[in-house]
């Protein structure tokens, strides 16, 4: 990944994800805590995906350019709210470059986007109905799964947007 400080972000935020998995096996699933817990590390999995995406983007544009450019990519993508999930990312993607559009849907393409997909729309969904009040049971391990797929998205969009390719 060559946006080394997402790279470091992500490379966290798994770290924290496994040492809750690890906790977790250690006061086990009957412990008063342990819905508490399942429900940090899908907020936390999610979050850092939605942080990692957007910094992805914002640091690309922000290289070289204006002030006035700078301010408005912090107001509209570093600074905003949005779900993490495979549709926002690809129409963010649409709104600086067709061709970095048509690229990821490719890379995405040739992995297995289908999975990759629905990892993201678990997290989103699970983040979702907890923030609204719901009770989502995401367990630990496919936090992590999920997570572990997000994480690819990442590195398919850093790659995207960090090298200059042709599009046939």
Known sequence: MTNTAVR???DDCLAELESISAL??????GAKPTPYIKKYAVIRASGSIETAFKQIIADKIDQDSHIQVK?????KIR???????LGMIENMLSEFDDRWRAKFDELMALDDKPRLRGALTS??????DFAHGGNPDMGIEDTIIFFKDGFRVLEILDSVVHHDFEVD
């Open 8 to 10: 470091k972000l992500l």
């Open 71 to 75: 301010n408005f990519i912090k107001r």
């Open 24 to 29: 977790l096996i250690g006061i086990g699933d």
């Open 79 to 85: 600074d905003s709210s949005c779900n993490p999930n």
């Open 123 to 128: 997290l989103v969904k699970a983040r979702n």
